[in-house]
C-alpha cells in the first residue's frame, strides 16, 4: 500500500511539473498572460456566428467542429524589438520536432505565417496559426475543435466574407493597435 501511494504520489508530482512547461505550446499560453507587453484572449466558438443565411449549411457544420480559439500576440514596438525575437525564437523551438504538422506557409503583408495542426487526416483536433513579422511582432491564434477537416475549414475560409456582410472582425483590430 506505501509503495502504491508513494508512486501516486510521484506521478502526480511529475504531472505537475510537466503539464505546464514552457517548451510545449500549452506551458507557453499560460506563460504569457503573466508577460508584460503581452495581449492573450480566449475565444468561444460561440462568438464566431455568421450573420448572413449565403453560405453553405456544410460552412455552418464546419463552424460547429470547432470549440474555443486562443490568442497570444506580443505586438511589435520601439522598445521590444529583442523580446519579439527572443519569443520568436522559443515558439520556433516548441514547434520544431513537435507532434505539430505544417498544413501550410504563406506571406500576406510582409507577416509570415505558418498553419500547424494536430491530429490524423480528417480528423484534427487543434489547428494553430503562427505569425511572424518584424515590423507588427509575434502571435499565436490556437484553434481547438473536434475532428475539424483541413479541407472543410478551407472551403469555410474561403467561403465566409471577413466583413460586414459576413464575420465581422473588425472590432478586434482596436486591440493590436498600439496604445498611446
Wanted: hydrophobic content about 40%.
Amino acid at each position: 500500500m506505501k509503495k502504491i501511494t508513494t508512486l501516486i504520489i510521484a506521478l502526480v508530482v511529475s504531472f505537475s511539473f510537466t503539464s505546464c512547461n514552457e517548451d510545449s505550446l500549452q506551458g507557453y499560453l499560460v506563460k504569457s498572460q503573466e508577460k508584460s507587453g503581452f495581449i492573450t484572449f480566449d475565444v468561444p466558438a460561440s462568438i464566431l456566428q455568421i450573420k448572413t443565411d449565403d453560405v453553405s449549411e456544410a460552412t455552418k457544420a464546419t463552424l460547429n467542429t470547432l470549440k474555443k480559439i486562443n490568442i497570444v500576440a506580443l505586438p511589435f514596438n520601439n522598445d521590444n524589438g529583442e523580446a519579439v525575437k527572443t519569443e520568436k525564437a522559443l515558439l520556433d523551438k516548441i514547434f520544431k520536432g513537435s507532434e505539430y504538422k505544417s498544413l501550410m506557409r504563406f506571406t500576406e503583408q510582409g507577416i509570415k505565417v505558418n498553419l500547424l495542426y494536430t491530429g490524423n487526416g480528417d480528423e484534427i483536433d487543434e489547428v494553430i496559426a503562427y505569425g511572424y513579422s518584424s515590423k507588427f511582432g509575434v502571435g499565436i491564434a490556437r484553434i481547438l475543435g473536434d475532428n475539424m477537416n483541413p479541407s472543410d475549414i478551407m472551403k469555410m475560409m474561403n467561403e465566409v466574407k471577413f466583413d460586414s456582410s459576413g464575420i465581422d472582425l473588425k472590432q478586434f483590430s482596436a486591440i493590436f493597435s498600439e496604445k498611446k
